[in-house]
């Protein structure tokens, strides 16, 4: 649905985007990852058509958003980072002259506003000007302009940002709702986000796309070996030696110590369980087994770890807690 | 075309919505009726010394009143006209909104026509408010109508040049001010160009001096306007204006593109 290809943008002598090559397949949600400056908001104007590439192309629903603008952006809705309001207009009229730009027919223009606002929960607001909304309101206004005249391919910059969290679930949830039948490009700094939402990540950094894959592979695939947490109640006893006689056991280091309560964390190589085992030796020496969970590198440290030239040392003690805790 | 009149429909909508067009249309008519007042006293001494002086002609108030009316109401285009233009560009990149408009199914071209009509339309409906005043005359008085319908659309004629440089201006920076200020000078050098006309024969020679004279002569966009006032419609004048709006919106359609491969 969408073709970037080779896509090159210089502002000068400074080279935004270098040399990016993605595809994005009909209804799939693509996540956009990389620090500020990096030049997801370049890619993103590139694609629909507000800037011409200096080298590459982009193609849109079958068409070069460069050569066919007009067919191109007719399929395409466009959120950028800051809505594109106009203070002076009242929701409705707002979205009525967007939906006259964007070419919706006349006599669906009323039914096709309506619906937008249904979808992103603004109808209580449609008399109210622009200027007097809220940030979420704004937002969701926003959205709405971008899906007014339900376009195949919608490129969303940062979506939920100045959102409070239970408005931040219902975008999220009206993204999912919308891909099958729109395909999605959103951006964000908020990791979860793209674990929750999207169905692949391009990690971008200083114009160069340093990862493309599914959240989940990207978890796997960065992380050279499997963790294991394990908690036991066992202050005294030398459980360091006792981990290390299980079959598979690479490393054994302490992690951290609540009175009785002692946490290690157990390496071992990659695609081999060794739960069972793990259970059944603290089983066998009598201790309490108070925790077992798998340690995996959170998106964060992934895009630490390919954004940043020096790979970070890692810390598995607070992977899993910061996932936890920001969702 | 449907996509220019939506563009225009808006640009419209936002300076009724806005406090532009009540200020500007107010503050124009109230300064239009001082001059009004002015020179309509003056005409009626006039023509009070004429009578009592020497006998039966009676002064043509199109020539001694309406004419020079408008030529002062040319002036106060020039501080107007910029407070109209200043924000057709200019607001759209501060705001963002610019971004929606270069990404929706609709060329730059069309964007821009809308504008200029937009803003044209508010620019007719102030000097659609001076017919009030004109009408009073015809209360009084019997001047002819065909020599105030042609001052009228030269009035929109010449107005329409400085919306256009105007809107070039507009479109080279993000700041309101500072491409009001900049229209307000770019207008008063157009308006004073053929002060410097006289002077060139000492700055050229006397081999390029008539030639650059000339020339300059031509570019003043308010020698162009003396024959409206007269009644004349003469294309040669129309041709200078209208080649004048459409140079000026192409300039500008060239500064949205620039402006789009800069980033």
């Known amino acids: 649905m969408i073709e970037v290809q080779h896509l090159t943008k210089r502002y000068g002598r400074v080279t935004a985007v270098d040399d990016v090559t993605f595809r994005v397949e009909r209804g799939e949600i693509l996540g956009f990852l990389g620090p500020n400056g990096a030049g997801k908001t370049t890619t993103m104007r590139v694609?629909?058509?507000?800037?011409?590439?200096?080298?590459?192309?982009?193609?849109?629903?079958?068409?070069?958003?460069?050569?066919?603008?007009?067919?191109?952006?007719?399929?395409?809705?466009?959120?950028?980072?800051?809505?594109?309001?106009?203070?002076?207009?009242?929701?409705?009229?707002?979205?009525?002259?967007?939906?006259?730009?964007?070419?919706?027919?006349?006599?669906?223009?009323?039914?096709?506003?309506?619906?937008?606002?249904?979808?992103t929960a603004v109808a209580d607001m449609a008399e109210r000007q622009c200027a007097k909304l809220s940030k979420g309101y704004r937002q969701r206004v926003g959205l709405a302009q971008a899906i007014i005249h339900n376009p195949d391919v919608l490129v969303l910059d940062e979506p939920t940002a100045g959102l409070d969290p239970k408005q931040i679930i219902e975008t999220r949830q009206l993204i999912k709702d919308l891909a099958g039948t729109h395909t999605i490009v959103l951006s964000t700094h908020i990791l979860p986000e793209v674990s929750q939402t999207c169905q692949r990540v391009v990690i971008i950094t200083k114009g160069k796309v340093v990862a493309v894959d599914t959240p989940d592979n990207l978890t796997h695939r960065l992380a050279g070996a499997e963790t294991m947490y394990v908690q036991v109640d066992a202050a005294d006893a030398d459980a360091t030696s006792a981990f290390q006689a299980v079959a598979g056991v690479t490393r054994v280091g302490l992690s951290d110590r609540h009175g009785p309560a002692v946490g290690y964390e157990v390496e071992s190589a990659r695609g081999h369980?060794?739960?069972?085992?793990?259970?059944?030796?603290?089983?066998?020496?009598?201790?309490?087994?108070?925790?077992?969970?798998?340690?995996?590198?959170?998106?964060e440290e992934i895009f630490l770890q390919v954004t940043t030239e020096e790979v970070p040392s890692r810390k598995p003690e607070s992977a899993g807690s910061i996932e936890e805790a920001a969702q | 075309m449907s996509n220019i009149l939506a563009m225009a429909q808006k640009e419209v909508r936002a300076y009724f919505a806005s406090p532009i067009a009540y200020v500007v249309i107010g503050l124009f008519s109230v300064l239009f009726g001082v001059f009004y007042y002015a020179i309509l006293?003056?005409?009626?001494?006039?023509?009070?010394?004429?009578?009592?002086?020497?006998?039966?002609?009676?002064?043509?108030?199109?020539?001694r009143m309406i004419r020079p009316l408008f030529q002062n109401a040319t002036v106060l285009l020039l501080f107007v006209l910029p407070m109209i233009t200043m924000r057709t560009y200019a607001e759209e990149k501060r705001s963002g909104a610019m971004e929606l408009l270069l990404t929706s199914p609709i060329t730059d071209i069309e964007i821009l026509v809308g504008k200029f009509l937009g803003a044209l339309t508010l620019y007719a409906a102030m000097l659609g408010v001076t017919l009030v005043y004109l009408v009073a005359l015809f209360a009084f008085g019997t001047p002819e109508w065909k020599p105030i319908a042609t001052a009228y659309l030269g009035l929109l004629l010449f107005g329409g040049c400085f919306i256009a440089v105007g809107m070039l201006v507009?479109?080279?920076?993000?700041?309101?001010?500072?491409?009001?200020?900049?229209?307000?000078?770019?207008?008063?050098?157009?308006?004073?160009?053929?002060?410097?006309?006289?002077?060139?024969?000492?700055?050229?020679?006397?081999?390029?001096?008539?030639?650059?004279?000339?020339?300059?002569?031509?570019?003043?966009?308010?020698?162009?306007?003396?024959?409206?006032?007269?009644?004349?419609?003469?294309?040669?004048?129309?041709?200078?204006?209208?080649?004048?709006?459409?140079?000026?919106l192409f300039l500008t359609a060239r500064s949205v593109d620039s402006e789009r491969w800069r980033g």
Do not use: C
């Not at chain 1, 106009?86 to 919706?104: N, Q, S």
């Not at chain 1, 259970?279 to 590198?297: D, F, Q």
């Not at chain 2, 002086?53 to 043509?60: A, R, V």
């Open chain 1, 273 to 299: 369980d060794i739960r069972r085992e793990l259970a059944a030796a603290v089983v066998s020496k009598g201790w309490g087994l108070l925790e077992l969970r798998p340690l995996r590198m959170s998106l």
């Open chain 2, 41 to 63: 006293d003056w005409f009626v001494k006039q023509g009070m010394q004429m009578a009592m002086g020497m006998g039966p002609q009676s002064l043509n108030v199109n020539e």
């Open chain 2, 170 to 248: 507009s479109s080279f920076t993000k700041n309101q001010i500072v491409a009001g200020m900049m229209t307000f000078v770019v207008f008063l050098l157009l308006w004073v160009i053929d002060w410097l006309a006289s002077s060139a024969t000492g700055l050229f020679g006397t081999s390029a001096g008539p030639v650059v004279e000339e020339v300059l002569n031509y570019l003043s966009i308010t020698q162009h306007f003396d024959d409206f006032g007269k009644g004349i419609i003469d294309t040669k004048h129309v041709i200078f204006y209208v080649s004048f709006i459409t140079f000026g």
């Open chain 1, 47 to 119: 694609i629909t058509g507000y800037m011409p590439p200096t080298q590459g192309k982009v193609i849109v629903a079958g068409f070069d958003v460069f050569d066919q603008p007009i067919d191109a952006k007719r399929r395409t809705g466009y959120l950028p980072e800051t809505p594109p309001l106009y203070p002076d207009m009242t929701v409705r009229e707002y979205l009525t002259f967007v939906a006259k730009i964007k070419g919706v027919q006349s006599g669906d223009r009323f039914a096709r506003v309506a619906e937008a606002m249904k979808k």
